[in-house]
């Protein structure tokens, strides 16, 4: 066989812990989730938020998440879990795969949100300090799909090509044995990271804040998952136009990430005076949002309400 990638044995899927059954595609997640949380701690903090915040907004945003990113992906193929004779338990097992990007977004905003009214941080803030994270967390998890054998693409001949087993229920009927297939969670993964360094250097280079880094964050993923949507062999149930679900999600994400971008640059020609929300007290007074200054012995203007801006 010409050089490819070798899907991994069915069996390392998952592993045994005593009567407890460990699946990878669950363990990517946590460990995408927890990086996640580490990286946007460490980021608020710099700005002054308390240890252990992220974890109090993430007890909202992750369980949420979940439920969309479920939601979603069962509500965009529906043949495979209503039809006559199945199990509808299936709907619920989320360690066989399934779980969509663009669903656990919307359930996680909203989760996070509320999270971030609880902890007293503004929402945009919080989704800044997000952004490169959420693309670290979703290339680490890409990486389940691999060992689940999923998410690849088009029938391709170049040395990366995947290897997946014919008996796979995906594989096209069309197909014979030994097609290699272009490993689209692998795509994705090296689109993520390159992601991340950029959305970095973008918010060091121009100070982005207000929401306009997780504004570019949408746009970039946007365009990628668009991309990749586009050429893989078991997209969504096509909807309008007999174009995928997931395509028109990533063209809504890139078109949100735009307007969210020109709206707050509009909105916000200045820094953001704090990443706590109006009448939250810092729990540090010398933080660099609140610290006084020490030519006129005032607090800084950032103490003082700003209606209109808390989130």
């Given at each position: 066989?010409?050089l490819?990638?070798?899907?991994?044995?069915?069996?390392?899927?998952?592993?045994?812990?005593?009567?407890?059954t460990v699946h990878?595609?669950?363990?990517?997640?946590?460990?995408?989730?927890?990086a996640?949380m580490?990286m946007?701690?460490?980021?608020?903090?710099?700005?002054?938020?308390?240890s252990?915040?992220?974890?109090?907004?993430?007890m909202?945003?992750?369980?949420?998440g979940?439920?969309?990113?479920r939601f979603?992906?069962?509500?965009?193929?529906?043949?495979?879990?209503?039809?006559?004779?199945?199990?509808?338990?299936?709907?619920?097992?989320?360690?066989?795969?399934?779980n969509?990007l663009?669903?656990?977004?919307l359930?996680?905003?909203?989760?996070?949100y509320?999270?971030?009214?609880r902890?007293?941080?503004?929402?945009?803030?919080?989704?800044?300090?997000?952004?490169?994270?959420?693309?670290?967390?979703?290339?680490?998890?890409?990486?389940g799909?691999?060992?689940?054998?999923?998410?690849f693409?088009?029938?391709t001949?170049l040395?990366w090509g995947?290897?997946?087993?014919?008996?796979?229920p995906k594989f096209?009927?069309n197909l014979?044995?030994g097609?290699?297939?272009?490993?689209?969670?692998?795509y994705e993964?090296?689109?993520n990271?390159?992601g991340?360094?950029?959305?970095?250097?973008?918010?060091r280079?121009?100070?982005?804040?207000w929401?306009?880094l997780f504004?570019?964050y949408?746009?970039?993923?946007?365009l990628?998952?668009?991309?990749?949507?586009?050429?893989?062999?078991?997209?969504?149930?096509?909807?309008?136009l007999n174009?995928p679900?997931?395509?028109?999600?990533?063209?809504a994400?890139?078109?949100?990430?735009?307007?969210?971008?020109?709206?707050?640059?509009?909105?916000h020609?200045?820094a953001?005076p704090s990443?706590f929300?109006d009448?939250r007290?810092?729990p540090?007074?010398?933080?660099p949002?609140?610290?006084?200054d020490?030519?006129?012995?005032?607090a800084?203007?950032s103490?003082?309400?700003?209606?209109?801006?808390?989130?």
């Amino acid at each position: 066989m010409v050089l490819s990638i070798p899907s991994p044995d069915p069996a390392w899927a998952q592993f045994h812990l005593g009567p407890l059954t460990v699946h990878i595609y669950a363990l990517c997640i946590l460990t995408g989730i927890i990086a996640a949380m580490v990286m946007t701690q460490r980021r608020l903090s710099r700005r002054g938020a308390e240890s252990g915040v992220v974890l109090d907004i993430i007890m909202w945003a992750v369980p949420l998440g979940i439920v969309g990113a479920r939601f979603y992906h069962v509500f965009t193929h529906v043949g495979d879990y209503f039809y006559p004779g199945a199990n509808l338990w299936d709907v619920f097992a989320i360690w066989d795969g399934g779980n969509a990007l663009y669903g656990s977004l919307l359930g996680g905003a909203v989760g996070a949100y509320i999270g971030c009214r609880r902890a007293g941080i503004r929402f945009w803030s919080f989704a800044d300090a997000l952004a490169p994270a959420m693309l670290v967390a979703q290339a680490i998890g890409r990486l389940g799909n691999y060992f689940n054998h999923e998410l690849f693409g088009l029938p391709t001949t170049l040395p990366w090509g995947l290897q997946i087993e014919a008996s796979n229920p995906k594989f096209p009927a069309n197909l014979p044995d030994g097609t290699l297939f272009h490993p689209l969670f692998l795509y994705e993964i090296i689109w993520n990271l390159a992601g991340v360094a950029i959305l970095l250097l973008l918010e060091r280079r121009f100070h982005l804040q207000w929401g306009k880094l997780f504004a570019l964050y949408l746009v970039w993923y946007g365009l990628g998952r668009s991309w990749l949507e586009a050429i893989r062999i078991d997209p969504t149930s096509d909807g309008f136009l007999n174009i995928p679900d997931n395509v028109w999600a990533s063209f809504a994400a890139v078109a949100l990430g735009v307007i969210l971008f020109i709206v707050h640059t509009r909105r916000h020609t200045g820094a953001e005076p704090s990443i706590f929300r109006d009448g939250r007290t810092p729990p540090n007074a010398t933080t660099p949002d609140t610290a006084e200054d020490p030519g006129s012995g005032l607090a800084h203007a950032s103490t003082r309400p700003n209606r209109g801006e808390s989130d």
